[in-house]
């Protein structure tokens, strides 16, 4: 099969023909119907200090995925041939004190599909039995290829409830751009968004005529969102760009006894005020790392039925798979919004 593969620890990839995987008895193969890329994927490809640590070559790499299963392990009941789903891309030991403890997503022993193990950007991918979701009938694969990231939005954006609540999001990549149409659906009252780059900017102008858009680099975003709370600050701060400055925003706009989610990965430590901006004013600051198994997944299906927002339309280019490094280096310019792959 073809398959886009890490071949070594230098930036780059490689298209080869790879042998169809071979499946244990508690995994599924799927025909990868269509794939999605993250930022995680552009890390891969440029050979981030920050991911390659993860990375043992060769990897076939993508996670975002859904698709056809064609065959099922011996031990397999849940699933079975012809069946559509999509992949929760951290696999759990099922046996650990998390996994045990009902966190199957902090999982001791995790290992992240795509990243520690091969990946979607291929004809066929081997995943276990327990992290297949099955799609509504009504869902398309190319939606199912964007559930994981809409469910990162909807685990950070949805740790606590934001119904009646102001929320700033920063960063409006993809991720961005689901959190801002979760919590608009959910019921945040003034929803900031904030975003260096104008194509990005734009499509959240586009998507969402009700969120008050700045551009950090022409506004100051802490007088611009103090001023528009009545002095007081946000409820809620979702941080996704990873930015060590915006970070450093994100605790500033923040209400006293608000709430910040951090989620973007910055490049290296960051320095903040924790008197000021966590221990005077009674933050509540919650880390977040890929989704709930399976709540976030049952809450992104309660999103997508309440029909106020498509997470479809952050979809802006598609591409086959040959044409993965041009995807991903349009990816990587942050002039695009998500980029699905086809096999
Ligand atoms: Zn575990």
Not at 307 to 336: C, M, N, Q, W
């Amino acid at each position: 099969m073809k398959a886009v593969v890490k071949t070594s620890q230098a930036p780059g990839a490689e298209l080869k023909d790879v042998d169809i995987p071979i499946i244990g008895p508690r995994d599924v193969l799927i025909k990868v119907k269509a794939a999605a890329i993250c930022g995680s994927d552009i890390h891969i490809f440029h050979s981030s200090p920050g991911i390659m640590h993860m990375v043992k070559t060769p990897l076939t790499f993508g996670h975002e995925a859904a698709g056809e299963v064609v065959s099922t392990g011996d031990m397999v009941s849940s699933i079975k041939k012809g069946d559509r789903v999509a992949v929760e891309t951290h696999f759990p030991c099922g046996h650990c004190y998390y996994c045990q403890t009902g966190a199957q997503h902090n999982c001791s022993n995790l290992v992240i599909f795509g990243v520690q193990t091969d990946g979607a950007f291929a004809e066929y991918a081997k995943v276990p039995e327990v992290v297949c979701w099955k799609l509504p009938q009504d869902y398309s694969y190319d939606l199912g290829s964007i559930l994981e990231p809409l469910g990162v939005a909807v685990h950070g954006a949805m740790v606590e409830d934001v119904n009646g609540k102001s929320v700033a999001v920063f960063g409006c990549g993809p991720i961005g751009l689901f959190a801002i149409g979760a919590v608009t659906a959910f019921g945040a009252t003034k929803v900031f968004a904030l975003e260096v780059a104008s194509k990005r900017l734009a499509m959240a102008r586009q998507l969402f005529s009700s969120a008050i858009l700045i551009n950090p680099k022409e506004q100051d975003p802490i007088k611009t969102i103090t001023e528009a709370t009545d002095g007081l600050g946000v409820d809620v701060a979702i941080e996704l760009s990873g930015n060590p400055a915006a970070i450093k925003q994100a605790f500033k706009v923040l209400k006293r006894e608000g709430r910040i989610s951090l989620i973007g990965i910055p490049p290296g430590p960051v320095e903040l005020e924790i008197h000021k901006d966590i221990i005077l004013k009674e933050t509540r600051v919650h880390g977040s790392f890929g989704r709930l198994m399976w709540q976030t997944w049952w809450q992104v299906r309660n999103l997508l039925a309440m029909d106020k927002f498509d997470p479809l339309s952050v979809i802006t280019h598609r591409f086959p798979l040959v044409d993965y490094a041009k995807a991903l280096e349009l990816a990587a310019s942050g002039e695009a919004g998500k980029i699905l792959l086809y096999p």
